[in-house]
């Protein structure tokens, strides 16, 4: 609250021309528009950045999370993801060009999103009677769509839905995995954030591969809790050894 009612004054003063470019000076601009039925109020921008905060970092911070443990118990495939690293990138820090050439961690990190979606849940309402099939869904329901279970189910991953493969995400099983892989749901509602999300989680883990090789703590236990996400209850500690001093 502080630092919106600190830009407000800086506009009602003088001191500046404009909220400024960022996501907040964005949203304060929009208080000064006046539209028919409609208009941004100081509560519904602190609403609007609290969304922001929860969908843009927590989510992000559980992908690594569950990807750096997935990859500190499978050491072969870290192992693999550390060479492609190394082979894309050589010396150099991860740039947008590399990107799209990093297939091999693209894949680990979409195992990652089946076994451990962030959003477990998708709520949906219904905004006019439509029909899925054979049922009849009347304006106003609410529905919430299991993406856990969609991805843990054997009927459809086949029966090592519960063990770590990236593989299947390789080649044209990748056709089959779109229809039922909703880690950022699907269709015109789908997360706008979804490009940044990916391209941020390959450019940390690029780096980390690029400058550690980690194993899991004999203290970690696996517990997985669905608050809101999913979530490890104890946490992940992992042991992070730098490459430079091994030998």
């Not at 001191?15 to 949203?27: E, P, V």
């Not at 208080?31 to 602190?46: A, C, H, I, N, P």
């Not at 006019?128 to 843990?152: N, Q, R, T």
Request: contains cysteine; proline residues 6%; hydrophobic residues 40%.
């Amino acid at each position: 609250m502080e630092i919106i009612q600190s830009s407000k004054d800086g506009m009602e003063i003088g001191r500046s021309s404009s909220y400024g470019r960022g996501l907040l000076g964005m949203l304060l601009s929009e208080t000064q528009k006046k539209r028919e039925g409609f208009s941004y109020s100081l509560d519904l921008v602190m609403d609007e950045c609290k969304t922001f905060f929860f969908a843009g970092h927590e989510t992000s911070a559980l992908l690594l999370t569950w990807t750096v443990m997935l990859l500190a118990t499978n050491p072969s495939w870290q192992e693999r993801a550390r060479a492609e690293v190394a082979q894309v990138c050589g010396d150099d820090l991860p740039s947008p060009e590399h990107l799209p050439k990093l297939t091999l961690l693209n894949m680990i990190i979409n195992e990652s999103l089946r076994l451990y979606p962030p959003a477990t849940l998708l709520p949906r309402i219904a905004f006019e009677d439509i029909k899925l099939g054979e049922l009849h869904i009347p304006k106003g329901v609410s529905m919430w769509i299991p993406v856990l279970a969609i991805h843990h189910d054997e009927a459809i991953w086949g029966k090592d839905v519960h063990e770590f493969n990236p593989e299947r995400f390789a080649g044209r099983s990748c056709v089959h995995a779109r229809q039922h892989f909703l880690p950022f749901a699907s269709g015109p509602r789908n997360c706008v954030g979804q490009a940044y999300a990916m391209m941020e989680a390959k450019i940390i883990l690029a780096m980390l591969l690029s400058s550690f090789s980690f194993t899991i703590s004999k203290n970690y236990r696996h517990a997985p809790v669905n608050v809101l996400t999913l979530k490890p209850k104890y946490g992940v500690p992992v042991y992070l050894r730098p490459l430079k001093h091994q030998t």
